[in-house]
């Protein structure tokens, strides 16, 4: 018997969940049985009685929170169907950071796909983005604005090494969010050529050993000592975001303040944290690659999350799909949506 979308999958206040399978999916608060896509902690919390999620997101929770972060865990094999209740679920890569992955259910021939975070753009530092057939597609919409249009990301990186170049004595401090963010800024430095070290703040260690152990090739990567700051002109550091405006960083020589962000295409938001040196590098799809997944995904039916849910709710309608907004709370990348965003702020950009 083909089953209404709604009867698989329903919003509570604890998040998305499956009644059939009795499981929430990146739920907001503690709950039985949690399925989650990925380590953002916007997305993976801890204090779930189990959690399934994929081998990678299941350590870098453990190294975020603890090894007691849940009651139980169990790491869900990729690509491969797994029966829970009266569903079966799989998980599949997302391309968002290591260990993303997008979440299929299926129940009596209809398939619903949670993609979590998601981007098509390469990575050196995850696997692809694979796109997965289904009747509902759950999209993100963090950059659901048609003016969103994500540069090369090594065109960014090349005007970080310009810069490098061009002022060899001053430090270079590139803010950074600690999972994911950071580790591709370095992996792409990397494929771009550069061999130096790279400091690490200390706040983006662990994870970013966690990657190296994973195989990502990321080169030398000390962490800043407490006293050799002032020694550090001409230097790459990677901090989190955060740390651009403490104190921490003033006492590189002569700093540069870069931010890797897909909010840095807007400028009026690279001018007022005092970005001096702006790098549009993002996890997520931008405008062209939401659309596109859309399409391909060949869903009917379309669910529209933490972003401009508006736009994208209306480009669907104009292609004949049913959609509609999830304004669920307590979503937004850590920091990449962290502040109220106002459309016009983007609006103005677009302006010649
Ligand atoms: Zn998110
Ligand atoms: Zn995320």
Redesign the pocket.
């Known amino acids: 018997m083909a089953r209404r979308s709604t009867e698989i999958l329903t919003q509570t206040p604890q998040g998305l969940y499956c009644p059939l399978g009795d499981f929430h999916i990146d739920p907001v608060r503690p709950v039985d049985r949690a399925l989650i896509t990925h380590g953002?902690s916007?997305?993976a919390r801890s204090g779930h009685r189990s959690v399934l999620a994929t081998r990678e997101t299941v350590l870098i929770m453990a190294i975020r929170y603890g090894e007691d972060f849940a009651g139980s865990t169990q790491a869900a094999p990729l690509r491969e169907d797994i029966r829970i209740g009266e569903v079966t679920v799989r998980f599949t890569p997302a391309g968002h950071v290591l260990g993303s992955a997008q979440i299929a259910i299926e129940a009596g021939g209809t398939r619903i796909v949670v993609s979590?975070?998601y981007k098509r753009a390469s990575d050196p530092t995850c696997l692809p983005y694979e796109v997965v057939p289904c009747d509902v597609f759950i999209t993100?919409a963090?950059f659901g604005l048609p003016v969103f249009r994500h540069p090369d990301t090594r065109d960014e990186v090349k005007k970080l090494l310009d810069s490098v170049a061009l002022f060899p004595e001053r430090a270079h401090i590139v803010g950074a969010y600690a999972l994911g963010k950071a580790q591709r800024v370095m992996a792409l430095l990397r494929e771009e050529g550069y061999d130096r070290p790279i400091y690490l703040h200390g706040a983006m260690e662990r994870l970013t050993e966690f990657y190296k152990s994973e195989g990502v090739p990321l080169g030398d990567t000390p962490k800043v000592g407490a006293t050799e700051r002032g020694s550090l002109g001409g230097a790459i550091i990677v901090c989190p975001p955060s740390s651009l405006q403490d104190l921490w960083s003033r006492r590189f020589p002569d700093p540069v303040s870069c931010f890797a962000s897909g909010w840095m295409r807007v400028r009026a938001r690279a001018r007022q944290k005092g970005v001096e040196l702006p790098l549009v590098i993002s996890d997520h799809s931008d405008w062209d690659d939401l659309c596109g997944t859309i399409l391909e995904t060949g869903a009917g039916e379309v669910w529209v999350t933490?972003g401009q849910e508006d736009a994208l709710v209306h480009w669907c309608e104009t292609r004949g799909l049913q959609a509609r907004p999830l304004h669920m709370l307590g979503?937004?990348?850590e920091g990449e949506a962290e502040e109220p965003f106002t459309p016009w702020v983007a609006m103005e950009q677009s302006a010649p």
């Open positions: 953002h916007d997305h979590g975070d993100e963090t933490h979503y937004g990348d």
